[in-house]
């Protein structure tokens, strides 16, 4: 499978890396690489989250850390779809819809 992040992951995670960059920059550096080595590991593993309320979505803890990754699985292209990373204790949109936001 391949790995695709939307503009908005995209913009999260970057969010977390500057967030945390300016209270630690190897703990910036550490958090983003074990967000990325997991998310990669859908690929091999799609199903190793945890669905949600919200059809089709899952999500996966990032272990040590307090942040989750939001995915779906598109069978027909063969890839993992991130459309949200976020904090745990960020306010979450309604049945973590990435659609939300």
């Known amino acids: 499978m391949k790995l695709r992040w939307s ?3 995209r913009i ?3 969010n977390i ?3 945390l960059k300016s209270h630690s920059p190897s703990a910036a550096k550490s ?3 074990r967000i990325i080595q997991r998310a990669r590991l859908l690929t091999s593993f799609p199903f190793s989250g945890h669905p949600t309320v919200t059809p ?3 999500r996966v803890s990032i272990v040590s850390y307090p942040y989750v990754v939001l995915y779906m699985i598109d069978h027909v292209n063969d890839e993992v779809i991130i459309p949200n ?3 745990t204790a960020r306010k979450k949109p309604a049945a ?3 659609r939300a936001g």
């Open 7 to 9: 503009q908005t992951a």
């Open 31 to 33: 958090v983003a690489i």
């Open 56 to 58: 089709g979505v899952r």
């Open 96 to 98: 973590d819809d990435p």
């Open 17 to 19: 890396f500057v967030y």
């Open 85 to 87: 990373v976020r904090h």
């Open 12 to 14: 999260e995670l970057d």
